[in-house]
């Protein structure tokens, strides 16, 4: 049954409530009236833009508390305190600190029943508590205020119900119920507070140059100071003040280069000293600036799906929401930026053409041709329409630029995977060499993976199609999800910190917008 509930001033507004929800009353009548809301929200600015929220979350309860119960401050409401000033604490992020409500708290904390604070002091901390969680969630769960697509990201944000996530807040006494993050933000956050420390303790003296490359079994007194280094960053456990090259050093170099995206051959050669030589300060912005990518990034619908990690230039195929296996690919150079995107696969095409986009016709295929008139027929190429600028395909072959197999995933960037002739440069630790398309270093292996419900596609029938004198197109039965992201610092399946290089310079733009005050 609804009651309506009426003050004596006729400006106020009526305000329902449901006798049948069963509300404690050890500190009153704990219900508030609409007029106390609009009053609250007048006097404290900084919880405006949530006035929807506000109104929708109390409306929906009939306006009853939600952080008291008969014993007074509830249990949640300690939980999502203890979990704001962690927050701000791991993040160095002050901006989420209210010293008013810290104060009101800690009176509830201290208080007992024949002191109980007054009922304007409860209602003011019942409301500043729903105002901190809506900036807290709407920062931490939602992301900073910057357009991603000016950073060069251009997979939908993720939207965040803040009401509906209250909501889940005041259900669930544990934050893990209704923390709205993927496992991998809660893998890197527990980076975050160590690497804070390591920063402010720690400010080792940069690894000079060296003149040749260290190996194992040599001895030199500049391999004290990169052990020093490799145990700090959690590398290199013993043997830290000797000079010697041991193999307890092999190890921690191996394991160092992985982490890193070098060369993994135990060697230190100076492209592993200057990534020793990155000041903790800067990898934990590092850090601070993927957290953020990874609150954007969409939940996970569909448990099979590809990721493309430009930085790390690799592939990762998960089926039933667990890795499969992983490909290196090759992507964009930084004048050809590989976009960030997201789309779903729905083609495979066995022995494609390859239609020549415009800007390469003009600026090398049309200059080739005034060089040697051959060229075309050298390059199994033949102008499909003559025009001021003529339209050129490279036929079928194994000499075709996009190799015996390609993988759409029709997008308005004219991105897609494809194989390669030049199978030499997937060695190289560093791979941005191609035009914005994404090669893949193990494309028959992706073709049977993609094709495995189909009984009519096995090893010699691939093999086959992969050989064809015209393409042949295959639309999969299910389109598999596929996400290009940039990410230059997340935790790997054996939970180990990796970093890579800010390759497209996104990092030192988001830094700019992250770190400007």
Not at 234 to 243: A, H, W
Not at 411 to 438: E, K
Not at 469 to 481: D, G, I, Q, R, T
Request: hydrophobic share 35%; glycine share 4%.
């Amino acid at each position: 049954m609804l009651i309506q509930s009426c003050s004596n001033s006729s400006s106020k507004k009526p305000v329902f409530r449901d006798t049948s929800i069963t509300v404690a009353t050890s500190f009153n009548d704990l219900f508030m009236d609409s007029l106390e809301l609009d009053q609250f929200l007048k006097n404290n600015t900084a919880y405006q833009d949530y006035t929807e929220q506000f109104n929708d979350f109390y409306k929906d309860r009939n306006y009853a508390y939600a952080w008291f119960d008969s014993s007074g401050l509830s249990e949640q409401a300690s939980n999502f305190r203890n979990l704001q000033l962690n927050f701000i604490s791991s993040f160095e992020d002050s901006s989420l600190y209210h010293p008013e409500m810290e104060q009101l708290l800690e009176r509830f904390v201290s208080s007992n029943k024949k002191n109980k604070p007054a009922d304007s002091l409860v209602l003011k901390a019942e409301l500043l508590l729903t105002g901190q969680f809506f900036r807290y969630a709407a920062k931490v769960y939602k992301g900073s205020d910057i357009d991603a697509a000016e950073l060069g990201w251009f997979i939908p944000r993720k939207k965040i119900d803040l009401h509906a996530l209250l909501d889940s807040a005041i259900l669930h006494k544990n934050e893990e119920a209704y923390a709205p993050q993927n496992q991998q933000y809660k893998k890197l956050q527990q980076y975050v507070e160590r690497y804070s420390a390591l920063a402010k303790q720690h400010s080792p003296d940069p690894i000079p140059p060296l003149q040749k490359s260290l190996r194992s079994g040599d001895s030199s007194a500049i391999l004290i100071q990169i052990k020093k280094h490799l145990q700090l960053v959690g590398d290199l456990e013993e043997n830290v003040d000797s000079p010697l090259f041991d193999t307890a050093l092999v190890i921690a170099t191996k394991k160092y280069q992985q982490r890193m995206g070098l060369t993994i051959d135990g060697v230190i050669g100076n492209k592993m000293i200057a990534e020793l030589n990155v000041p903790l300060k800067q990898r934990l912005r590092q850090i601070l600036i993927n957290l953020e990518r990874l609150r954007w990034m969409p939940p996970e619908k569909d448990t099979n799906y590809i990721l493309v990690n430009i930085p790390e230039y690799k592939m990762h195929v998960y089926d039933s929401g667990r890795l499969q296996f992983d490909i290196n690919v090759i992507v964009g150079t930084a004048a050809n930026n590989t976009v960030i995107f997201n789309d779903k696969l729905q083609y495979v095409v066995f022995s494609p053409y390859w239609n020549v986009p415009e800007s390469i016709v003009t600026g090398e295929i049309l200059p080739a041709i005034k060089k040697n008139p051959d060229y075309l027929t050298k390059q199994n190429m033949e102008i499909v329409k003559q025009g001021k600028i003529p339209v050129i395909r490279q036929n079928p072959g194994p000499g075709n630029s996009l190799g015996l197999v390609k993988f759409l995933f029709p997008n308005n960037y004219n991105i897609y995977f494809h194989d390669t002739p030049n199978r030499n440069l997937f060695s190289q630790s560093s791979r941005s060499f191609s035009h914005g398309c994404i090669r893949i270093a193990e494309p028959k292996k992706m073709a049977a993976y993609l094709l495995r419900q189909d009984s009519s596609w096995n090893d010699r029938t691939i093999d086959s199609a992969m050989h064809l004198k015209k393409e042949k197109w295959v639309a999969l039965k299910k389109s598999v999800p596929v996400f290009i992201v940039y990410f230059t610092a997340w935790v790997d399946k054996n939970g180990e910190l990796n970093f890579r290089k800010d390759i497209y310079k996104h990092d030192e733009k988001m830094a700019n917008k992250l770190f400007k005050s």
